[in-house]
Structure formats: C-alpha cells, structure tokens
C-alpha cells in the first residue's frame, strides 16, 4: 500500500536557523504531495502542495519540491521562527479520490 | 467565523459509555471526514462523506458509526467505549471528493476514556 516516511523529531533548532524535514514516499503512480502543519492545540492547516514530478510548493517561506527519482517531498526553510514551532505532516492523495495518507509527523521547536 | 467546528472540545467519559462528536462546516463542501490521532500524533482517516453518502470507511471497529444529516454536518458516535478510543479526533472537510482539494480541520475533540 501507499506509505509516507518522515524523519522523526523532535527536531530542535535556533532561530534563525535553516530547517529540513525529510519525507519520501512509496506509492503507485504519481500522487499530489502535501505538507500540513498542526500548532499547539489546533487542527491541520495546508501548508503547501505539489500535484505533480518537479513542481515547487511554497508558503510563508517553506518551500519542498516534488522529486520522482527520489520519491521525495522535503521541506526546507531558510530562516525558522519561534512562531514555526509545531507538527509538520507530509502527505499522499491515495487514489482518484481525496484520500490523504499522512507520515508520522515531525515535531519542530524553535528556541530564541 | 468559524469554518469547521466540533463539539465538544474535551469529553472525558468511562469505559462502556455511549458518546457522540459533532461536526459542522460552513464552508459549502460537499466533502467531510473524520480522522483519529493517537497519542504520538499519527493521523489517520476514519471514514468519508460526499454529498451524504459514505465513501470512505476503514478498518474501523463497528462500535463507531458516522452519520451525516445534511452536507454541512457529520458526526460520530461511539458505543461501547474502551480506553484504546482515547485519542484527539478531527473532522475535516474539503470542496469536491474528486480532486486534490485542500481539507479544513476542524480544532479537535480530546477524548479520554476511563
């Protein structure tokens, strides 16, 4: 089946800092990728997506790059801020559908 | 303005129990979804409603049964608690089933089974 990998957290870093979170992909075809973030308390929201080989997603300064070669989706930013501390999810869409199959998540901390 | 919301935020219940989640967006989608989020924070989808009907139902135990009154509204009952139901759940919701269209998640409802 349909699988999404991350690199476990936490992952603690300074501000300032430069941030990548791993996340390959095992799937059938080639399936839109997503990163949601999930802060304190709240629910999910998008963070970007790619639907298909070679597209770059990007918001508020995260960018990841659809990699087929690599069955890639890493996210990287250049500079963290507090405020970006949080759970970050890659996803899969499964399917003809809007199915999303999620990775384990990555918690990110960002110290002053 | 709230666009997914569920009620309530925290329920703490004993095992046995019968409990109920609700969820309503106001976003028009035609699309909504229940999903379960353990205690290491995997997420996983639960079941999907388009335009009323299920589509999606995973290997979820029949003592969780979906319902989904009107488009705007899905909710979640649960007979029978036993504390492996303690988790967070989230409704989420997303315009269209088809395409690969951005899901809204609710705030979550944190239930604790004892």
């Known amino acids: 089946g349909n699988s999404v990998t991350q690199m476990e957290g936490p992952v603690t870093l300074s501000e300032e800092a430069f941030l990548t979170i791993n996340c390959t992909y095992t799937a059938t075809g080639y399936p839109s990728l997503f990163w949601y973030v999930q802060y304190p308390g709240e629910g999910l929201q998008l963070l970007l997506k790619?639907?298909?080989?070679?597209d770059k997603g990007s918001n508020k300064g995260f960018e990841a790059t659809y990699r087929k070669e690599t069955t890639s989706f890493h996210l990287e930013k250049g500079s963290v801020q507090v405020s970006d501390s949080a759970v970050y999810f890659c996803a899969l869409r499964e399917g003809g559908g809007n199915k999303l199959v999620f990775g384990a998540g990555t918690i990110l901390r960002v110290k002053s | 303005d709230t666009a997914v919301s569920q009620t309530p935020k925290y329920l703490v219940t004993q095992m046995g129990n019968d409990k109920s989640i609700k969820c309503e967006q106001n976003?028009?989608?035609?699309?909504m979804y229940w999903y379960k989020q353990d205690s290491k924070k995997f997420l996983k989808i639960m079941f999907s409603?388009?335009?009323?009907?299920?589509?999606i139902n995973e290997t979820v135990p029949n003592r969780f049964s979906p319902k989904s009154p009107d488009k705007a509204h899905l909710n979640l009952h649960i007979n029978s608690l036993e504390l492996g139901d303690s988790a967070v759940y989230f409704c989420?919701?997303?315009?269209?089933?088809?395409?690969?269209?951005?899901?809204?998640f609710g705030p979550g409802t944190r239930l604790t089974v004892t």
């Open positions: 790619a639907t298909k080989a070679d």
């Open positions: 989420a919701s997303s315009l269209r089933w088809t395409e690969a269209y951005e899901q809204y």
């Open positions: 409603y388009n335009n009323k009907e299920l589509i």
């Open positions: 976003l028009g989608h035609d699309t």
